[in-house]
């Protein structure tokens, strides 16, 4: 045999395939050194452990495991050399599918394993012909349109390479789109998917090992998407499709999907192409900026409501103009560095003690150091943190006035603890006032009162009990505490 310009291939295979091979390529017109390198049954094999001379045609046999992956390598080790894979009739028409979504393997050729001797060895000489032209895609293109343009008929399979060469460039897209893409069948099944889109689904699912595209969707959504692919093999295109992926509000995670039907040359649907978004951090942005606005509104309405009974009170026909107007500045100003607090944590949860110890600063000024507070860090919610800071302000005020800080000894004593466990927590809070002049009840209920045994009570949904003891007054409050969501 005249082997000077024989196309060299190289089976990765068994021993058996290689021997069919040799068997009816012996009778094919042009020359071919047959070369085997015998897969390895774990699929190990190493692309220079099979490439001693750079072979014109690598043929992957059905017995190789992992081809995907050592075709890849292959094609970084050997650029020039054409890979065939020979895969069984059930297997090839998916497998087909899927190659222009491998990087680096879309102009890759197939072959049936049960296909006629004649049409195998056409296939391999096609091969390497387009081995020996593919020193520049130009002069590969050039060539096939050649032969196209005068009118002979192409082997389907250099048809097949053509389109292939051009869908490179759509895979590379693919493949390193941020997108999602899935190719899927129209039983639903998958054929084709990129890296995007294993990343998206892969923290609960395989998508290689996922039969149905349904099963990566929570079943909440399967019933839509399915409505959604009937629509899509009817022909209709589909964009802007917000779908959920996971039930529980941490990690949960949304997409935008748009499907578009596939059409053959028949002009019938074959396929569907679905490509996802990733909207998770928009779409919780979204939400996040809506409940700001629910909140806002809410703590408007509160705020009105508050100031309107501070001037209420302060400025009643019995009280002194100028006192009222002090007394109503004072209680805005312990409003307003709770509000200042809470502002600062964009109206998320806050540190009770943060909370306390703001108030008293802003109430009791140089004194506030007389005022030793003690418990947990706990974190409670907007509503409670104003009511809280509400009710050291007036409690503060009043130790101003007529307790232990009305002179130069006395101290107050701030304790809280929670109770319970998380589900049934309460907030055990409790002033006590020592050192200063006895006290006693009054003998009417001011405002300051009024807020901490009625309003206190209504905005904690707890109580609030004043006990004047002749050693000093005793607040302790009683309610219930929200749970702070994680």
Not at 74 to 99: M, N
Not at 109 to 135: F, G, K, N, Q, V
Not at 290 to 310: D, F, P, S, W
Request: glycine content about 6%.
């Amino acid at each position: 045999m005249n082997t000077a310009h024989a196309a060299r291939v190289v089976l990765v295979g068994s021993r058996q395939e290689f021997e069919g091979l040799c068997a009816l390529l012996t009778s094919w017109t042009e020359p071919f050194e047959i070369d085997l390198h015998q897969a390895e049954e774990r699929g190990e094999d190493k692309p220079e452990r099979i490439i001693s001379a750079v072979p014109d045609v690598a043929v992957l046999g059905p017995s190789v495991a992992n081809r995907l992956r050592l075709a890849q390598e292959l094609r970084k080790t050997s650029p020039r050399s054409q890979i065939v894979f020979v895969l069984p009739s059930e297997q090839l028409e998916r497998f087909r599918a899927s190659l222009p979504f491998v990087p680096q393997l879309a102009s890759s050729w197939t072959a049936d394993a049960a296909a006629t001797p004649e049409s195998l060895a056409r296939l391999l000489s096609d091969a390497a012909r387009a081995s020996r032209e593919r020193t520049a895609t130009a002069l590969v293109l050039g060539r096939i349109n050649q032969r196209l343009a005068s009118g002979k008929t192409a082997p389907a399979q250099v048809r097949r390479s053509q389109m292939a060469l051009s869908e490179r460039y759509l895979a590379t897209v693919l493949t390193q789109s941020p997108d999602g893409f899935i190719a899927v069948g129209r039983d639903g099944h998958i054929i084709a998917y990129n890296d995007a889109a294993s990343h998206m689904f892969g923290a609960a699912h395989n998508v290689a090992h996922t039969g149905s595209v349904l099963a990566l969707f929570p079943t909440t959504e399967r019933a839509t998407l399915e409505e959604l692919l009937a629509r899509a093999l009817r022909g209709e295109t589909l964009a802007g499709v917000e779908m959920q992926l996971g039930a529980r509000e941490v990690g949960r995670s949304f997409l935008e999907l748009s499907l578009a039907p596939v059409i053959d040359e028949t002009g019938e649907v074959a396929s569907i192409s679905i490509t996802a978004r990733d909207i998770s951090e928009r779409k919780r942005a979204s939400i996040h900026q809506q409940l700001l606005i629910n909140e806002l509104n809410h703590r408007v309405k509160n705020t009105l409501a508050i100031v309107q009974g501070l001037a209420h009170q302060s400025f009643r026909g019995d009280v002194d103009p100028a006192r009222g107007r002090l007394a109503f500045e004072a209680r805005l100003a312990a409003l307003a560095a709770a509000h200042n607090l809470l502002t600062g944590q964009n109206w998320e949860p806050t540190s009770l003690g943060e909370i306390v110890k703001s108030s008293v600063a802003a109430t009791a000024g140089a004194d506030a150091n007389r005022v030793r507070l003690q418990g947990p860090r706990i974190l409670v919610v907007p509503q409670t943190a104003v009511a809280v800071a509400m009710a050291v302000h007036e409690l503060g005020t009043n130790a101003i006035k007529y307790g232990a800080l009305s002179n130069a000894a006395g101290v107050v004593e701030v304790q809280w603890s929670v109770d319970g466990d998380a589900d049934n927590a309460r907030l055990r809070l409790r002033w006590a006032e020592t050192g200063g002049p006895a006290t006693e009840p009054p003998a009417r209920r001011g405002f300051g009162t009024r807020m901490l045994e009625r309003g206190l009570a209504v905005e904690l949904r707890g109580s609030a009990h004043l006990d004047f003891r002749r050693t000093g007054l005793v607040c302790t409050i009683d309610a219930p505490l929200p749970r702070v969501k994680d």
